[in-house]
């Protein structure tokens, strides 16, 4: 079987990081493993742990990344891993057992670049399992397959992702310019280049959502902004999915303000968005606490609320510093012109 690197950014991880490289190193897979973990500059006891799992293990190797930013992470372990299968997996990911011998298979018998699944989001309190609701319903996040799962098949991009070396050394790795929307960004350039993108439901990953309404929101104002950096850097890769939230928060603004200046009428809008996802959190909390199912709504908006808002107010100077940052990709193996 092809020997297989394991990739890991990681900030603050303390709390997952260990179980997190557990589920990594008992994978159910003959060939030969590594894991490579970016440290960047946290406040916790990640360094401490990370140190520890070294010792531990042989087949764990950490590398510094003093930006702190995700894709400089991958970049520098990426650099630093060896093997010709590469796998992304967050300090916050766990893996299924079988997920990396699936996903070479996988690449094996659809000839794709990189394949990936679903992002399981499971919550250890009420908040959280509230978030996962809302992150694996369509009222949620409408009809991305690696949130709420579906058919396998070609797709514009994955969760995390496992990788042949060769299409990221051909891109030249993560744009370090993206803070957030990296994974969707290189997927894009990968499939421009004639390569595929394959999702399939057999690989899942577990992922801890945020644990406040306050992360949360700044996780998805992050993902809007970053994500209309996207839309601006590669013309045609929006869609109206990713146009829904930033058209709610409009619909309700204007909403709120014609019922407070003009007509009471103004306010069915936002009335209208509340019973909605009042309505569809009925489904999406099925099996749930009945605390958790109350914080489902207020997760749902927070998600939409704040995605839209960074989408609006993503600056477009973020753009064009994408753009100017940008280097022509070099087929692996030739040389780089000035």
């Not at 092809?2 to 159910?28: A, D, F, G, K, W």
């Not at 003959?30 to 087949?59: F, K, N």
């Not at 007509?263 to 069915?268: A, D, I, W």
């Not at 019973?275 to 999406?284: K, N, T």
Request: hydrophobic fraction near 45%; glycine fraction near 10%.
């Amino acid at each position: 079987m092809q020997p297989v690197s394991v990739i890991m950014p990681v900030l603050n991880e303390e709390r997952y990081l260990r179980t997190s490289v557990r589920h990594i190193l008992e994978q159910e897979y003959d060939g030969e493993l590594e894991v490579v973990i970016a440290l960047g500059p946290s406040t916790d006891r990640t360094d401490e742990i990370a140190a520890e799992l070294v010792r531990e293990d042989p087949r764990v190797t950490t590398v510094p990344n003093p930006t702190g930013r995700t894709p400089a992470a991958l970049n520098a372990a990426i650099e630093a891993s060896r093997h010709p299968i590469v796998v992304r997996v967050d300090g916050h990911g766990m893996l299924s057992p079988n997920y990396i011998a699936t996903a070479v298979r996988l690449l094996e018998e659809t000839g794709a670049q990189n394949v990936g699944g679903v992002m399981h989001a499971e919550g250890e309190n009420a908040w959280e399992e509230a978030v996962a609701a809302a992150m694996t319903s369509r009222i949620g996040v409408g009809n991305a397959a690696f949130h709420t799962g579906g058919e396998a098949g070609p797709a514009e991009t994955v969760y995390l992702g496992v990788f042949r070396r060769e299409a990221l050394e051909r891109q030249g790795g993560y744009n370090v310019e993206f803070v957030r929307a990296q994974d969707w960004e290189l997927n894009f350039r990968i499939r421009e280049a004639g390569g595929l993108i394959w999702f399939s439901p057999e690989l899942r990953v577990q992922y801890r959502p945020r644990p406040s309404v306050r992360a949360l929101a700044r996780q998805y104002k992050d993902y809007g902004r970053w994500r209309h950096v996207v839309a601006r850097y590669h013309r045609g890769s929006i869609n109206l999915r990713y146009l829904a939230p930033p058209a709610a928060v409009c619909a309700i603004a204007a909403g709120v303000v014609v019922g407070a200046a003009v007509t009471p009428l103004g306010f069915v809008v936002p009335a209208g968005y509340l019973a909605a996802i009042a309505a569809g959190s009925v489904p999406a909390g099925k099996g749930l606490s009945l605390k958790a199912r109350l914080r489902i709504p207020v997760a749902l908006a927070t998600m939409h609320m704040a995605w839209g808002y960074g989408f609006l107010t993503s600056p477009r100077s973020l753009a064009r510093k994408v753009v100017a940052s940008r280097r022509p990709a070099v087929p692996a193996g030739e040389p780089e012109t000035a």
